[in-house]
T-cell receptor, first 115, second 112 residues
Framework: KAGVTQTPRYLIKTRGQQVTLSCSPI?????VSWYQQTPGQGLQFLFE???????NKGNFPGRFSGRQFSNSRSEMNVSTLELGDSALYLC??????????????FGEGSRLTVL | AQSVSQHNHHVILSEAASLELGCNYS??????LFWYVQYPGQHLQLLLK??????LVKGIKGFEAEFIKSKFSFNLRKPSVQWSDTAEYFC??????????FGQGTRLTINP
């Protein structure tokens, strides 16, 4: 069974640009969650999508958005990039979603550097 | 708001030493508790989880954790660490907010 796939793995952008990251969940998983990982801050929850609907959202500005498609693949977008957006963005899929007792399966992440 | 605190940011041990990593959370209701591990260059993976029953749970690779409800704690333990346990460890809690909240992580370095 293929794991969670995130693309691109690495990218470099400049301030003011926008970026789109993609996540393909494990087959059969309907929940996709996004996290921002930075040193010292750990993992900060961005949002969760379940069956194409945003089910929960973290405390990030509106520049961070996402969506989920009918095949459960998800994208997140960050507009007007700032230096502080440099981070590892992790996608996780699960069958039950964030409210359940099930495990989240993580991808390897997309490392974004903003110059 | 739900929060998770991991007291140790970086722990350095020698092989065969015993390990205990602290995790405290702030939520008074029913919680599901998790420990995830991130080995160097690898993705996060589940180490163990607790949601009901015996408060002492066993995970992979000889790790265990004890849920102490009165202390809002879920500490991770291993009696004898190995060099291969070098990794970053994250405690996570799922409470009423219907989202998994992670701690800041503890970097564990095992010297051979």
């Amino acid at each position: 069974k293929a794991g969670v796939t995130q693309t691109p793995r690495y990218l470099i952008k400049t301030r003011g640009q926008q970026v789109t990251l993609s996540c393909s969940p494990i087959s059969g998983h309907r929940s996709v969650s996004w996290y921002q990982q930075t040193p010292g801050q750990g993992l900060q929850f961005l949002f969760e999508y379940f069956s194409e609907t945003q089910r929960n959202k973290g405390n990030f500005p509106g520049r961070f958005s996402g969506r989920q498609f009918s095949n459960s693949r998800s994208e997140m977008n960050v507009s007007t990039l700032e230096l502080g957006d440099s981070a590892l963005y992790l996608c996780a899929s699960s069958s039950q979603g964030q409210g359940g007792t099930g495990e989240l399966f993580f991808g390897e992440g997309s490392r974004l550097t903003v110059l | 708001a739900q929060s998770v605190s991991q007291h140790n940011h970086h722990v350095i041990l020698s092989e065969a030493a015993s390990l205990e990593l602290g995790c405290n959370y702030s939520y008074g209701g029913t919680v599901n508790l998790f420990w995830y591990v991130q080995y160097p260059g690898q993705h996060l993976q589940l180490l163990l989880k607790y949601f009901s029953g015996d408060p002492l749970v066993k995970g992979i690779k000889g790790f265990e954790a004890e849920f102490i409800k009165s202390k809002f704690s879920f500490n991770l333990r291993k009696p004898s660490v190995q060099w291969s346990d070098t990794a970053e460890y994250f405690c996570a809690v799922n409470g009423g907010a219907q989202k998994l909240v992670f701690g800041q992580g503890t970097r564990l370095t095992i010297n051979p």
